[in-house]
């Protein structure tokens, strides 16, 4: 007999850490895909340092943003985390390939944890996909 599943609404705790952390996820991805369009010095070195030709730092940074906004809209938050999750670990790929120190490549990573923590936190659906027993 399968165990049943809360899909009840999040309590009021989960509710604010939920959109706190949505929230800083969203700030900060919007601050870099913005930095990618306007290609101030420390992005363009960045760009050469990870191999990337400056063509590119606009195309990666509406992806971004595209990614982003889907993920700040409720509907479509989902579907924003699962693309932000591509896109993080392109850059986790990336950290590794060039031989960055280990922060590089950890900082994605636990920034996907976030972002996908502010959406557990507020999608009843995701949490019944997902148990975590306690």
């Known amino acids: 007999m399968p165990a049943s599943v809360d899909t009840t609404a999040p309590s009021r705790s989960h509710l604010w850490t939920g959109r706190v952390l949505r929230i800083l996820a969203i700030l900060f ?3 870099d895909g913005v930095m990618k369009l306007v290609r101030p010095l420390p992005v363009t070195q960045a760009m050469t340092q990870l191999g990337f030709a400056q063509s590119l730092s606009i195309p990666i940074g509406v992806i971004l943003l595209i990614c982003t906004a889907l993920y700040a809209i409720p509907s479509t938050s989902v ?5 932000l999750t591509g896109y993080l670990g392109g850059a986790v790929v990336i ?3 060039v031989g960055k120190p280990l922060f590089s490549t950890v900082f994605p990573i636990l920034f996907g944890v976030l972002v996908w923590a502010g959406v557990y936190l507020l999608e009843p659906r995701l949490r019944a996909l997902i148990p975590v027993r306690t």
């Open 95 to 97: 950290q590794l390939r």
């Open 29 to 31: 991805l919007l601050f």
């Open 79 to 83: 579907l924003g985390a699962v693309l």
